[in-house]
């Protein structure tokens, strides 16, 4: 049997929460629809990236084809619902948890629209509730992690119950960093900074400090969290950490908490060329602001729109590519 890899979303950034309107049901998936993802397709992805898709293509068609069939009667545990040889495992399940999330990934601004594959939607949160309740703790942190940032609430639903309750005792058990950090995460977007830089310090500690694959995201947060705290040394240093890690968006915090406004553009711009469209277009903003000083001359004032405008093109570009 192949292992599946401790918390192996981290390598992207974990899964990213759908983009599409596709309902999920109270306590059941509802109706669901897999013809868009195909063995030739996931054939192609397998040839360029062998260890992203470990099993055969058609091995992965037959598993969504079977939940498919199933989804209008079936919740948290659809797995246990095929018997013998139907019933997947947990590292294939795994496996088209993160395929499907990536599909989110790369759907864009088309997979918000009405009628968007509903691919885009309970599958991918189905794929992981499986593995879960298959005994695959990296599922269940990416389904929580996922479930946490869906704006339609739907970690209060009781379809996702299951999953949430072995979540908070994966996080009790202090043992998977991703889960602690994950809890960090949430924890300082209620508004308790303090509870999260707890639990977001342990995840680092017991993930091997840099070595840990979320270090930069947890620096990150620990960064936003000593701000929230009125500790804003500490807070630029966790964030200059984060940037320099590679945690592009750090860049934005360092601009607000930068102590002159050559410091503030200087970290916006440092941002956007690092691929931050946000960084680029509160740029922007900042150039618009300073043109509005009716103690500057008119070209000058007209130079600053100027580059408020191009950096404001940029911002679009980069938000176009994703």
Known sequence: MVRVPSARACTRSYATSPRSGA???????GEVHVSSITAESLGKVKASRPSFLRHEPNEYVDVLRNFSAISTRSGADWPLVLKGASRPSKEILNDLGCYTSELTLLGGPASRQPGADPIRGPVVYAMFSGASMLGCEASCVSLVRLIMADQRGVAFRPLFRPNVVRFRAIVRAGRNPFALATEGLWLLAQGKPNAA?????????????????WAAQCKLA?????????EDG????????????????????????APDEAGRRDAWFKGGIAGDAKSFDLLGDDYA?????????????????AWSSEFKQMASRRMSVG
């Open 289 to 305: 602001a300073r043109a509005q000083d009716e103690t500057l001359d008119r070209k000058v004032q007209d130079e600053l729109l």
């Open 197 to 213: 830089v707890r639990l977001v310090e342990r995840a680092l500690q017991i993930g091997g400090g840099d070595a840990f694959a």
């Open 23 to 29: 309902r999920v049901g109270n306590d059941v998936w």
């Open 234 to 257: 500490a807070a630029l240093e966790l964030l200059t950490a984060a940037a320099e890690a590679g945690q592009r968006d750090a860049w934005r915090w360092i601009g607000r908490l």
């Open 222 to 230: 620990l960064g936003q969290a000593r701000h929230a705290l009125g």
